[in-house]
């Protein structure tokens, strides 16, 4: 892949991470693998060309470590501009009520 590809950066876990064939469902997974075979740790990014890689398997950042720091530069600077208010406390309660009282959703918020 050159420079001018369409590049694509992962950070953090990423869950399920497999690849389950081209015809789903099928037998190119085991039954009863360990759900930890199926995340992908990027902590310091997984760089990968679309082009040449549309399934994303080959990691490339230690490959081309000068793409996989302008990506990262790049997302650093996205996630400067993200408004991030504070919330305040988190309260298990609200998650819980959340969960029982309306089948996982937020509200509602006019009873």
Known sequence: PGVHGLW???T????????????????STEAGEPASYYKSLCPHGCLF???GDPLE????????PQKRAELWTKLETAQGTAFNPDRGVRDPVACDTALHR???FWGPFVD
Do not use: F, W
């Open 49 to 51: 060309e679309l082009r």
């Open 8 to 10: 694509k950066l992962l």
């Open 57 to 64: 398997t080959h990691d490339l950042a230690s490959e081309h």
């Open 102 to 104: 309306y089948g996982g």
């Open 12 to 27: 953090g876990t990423i869950a399920q991470a497999v690849y389950s064939g081209p015809h789903t469902p099928n037998a």
